[in-house]
């Protein structure tokens, strides 16, 4: 859309969202002399701790200035949902909001438990925006680690590829493997640049692995990194994939690493063979 069309979007859409909240909602009075409903914008702009001349300019879609901390207040006060703030954010400047950070533990939804399973032969991880392993198949147990028998603080797949011998002799190109993920968890440190966490995990690995100081320095972002990984595994050896890293849509970050097995190649009969003696 050109400038004119999305600030009249802009408009449309803080106009609506206005109309929507009851002053009750807000501690306000009712009253009976309101002509339309919802706030009124001298309302709006007090909530949000903006004048209401400069309010009423951007609810006309009038071309001015804006910063991330107002648009933020303005989100707050017509108690946006994060879509929405980001959708106001999208016609207000043109770009991506801020990611808002949560501190909690993400769960793995019966549907994408459903999908982990029917996803038989493709070995298959679950992660947080932290690379915080939190759910996965069979077969990644299999052609991998057995999650399950490590500690909770220990299912990071970043720490994990720089510090299990095993992960790292695994990948014939692990470079080009723990560089992937590298690159998509620089994309989530630079969303979320609020959270502490990050700076703690980087300093702690950085003294653990001198491989991670090296390709942290690299700078690499990639939001979806698609990578093509052989794995010389010491029980069956040779296994070709093509990784996929897909985004789980909802409120929180989770991201489904997917090695499917290579067209052409045996890998998924050597899958089936590993996952035979899994439990053995």
Known sequence: MNTKERLQELSNFLTAHRSRIQPQEVGLLGGSRRRTPGLRREEVATIAGVSTTWYTWLEQGRDIKMSVQVLD???????????ERQYLFSLALEQPAPAT????????????NRILTELHDCPTIVSDRRCHIVGWNQAAAAVFLDFAKL??????MIWLLFTRKELKSLAVNWSDFAKGF????RSYYGQYVGDNWYSEFIEELSERSKDFRAFW?????STAPEVFIEFRHAKVGKML???????????TDLR??????SIGSDTDTKIRLLMSKLGE
Do not use: K
């Open 73 to 83: 207040r303005i989100a707050m006060a017509l108690q946006l949902n994060e879509d």
């Open 101 to 112: 950070f949560v501190d909690q533990i993400p769960t793995i939804s019966p549907a994408l």
């Open 151 to 156: 500690p909770e603080l220990e299912r990071n």
């Open 182 to 185: 590298l690159s998509m968890f």
């Open 217 to 221: 320095n690299e700078s690499d972002v």
């Open 241 to 251: 994939f093509d990784l996929t890293t897909l985004q789980v849509q909802g409120r």
């Open 256 to 261: 489904c690493s997917v090695y499917t097995p």
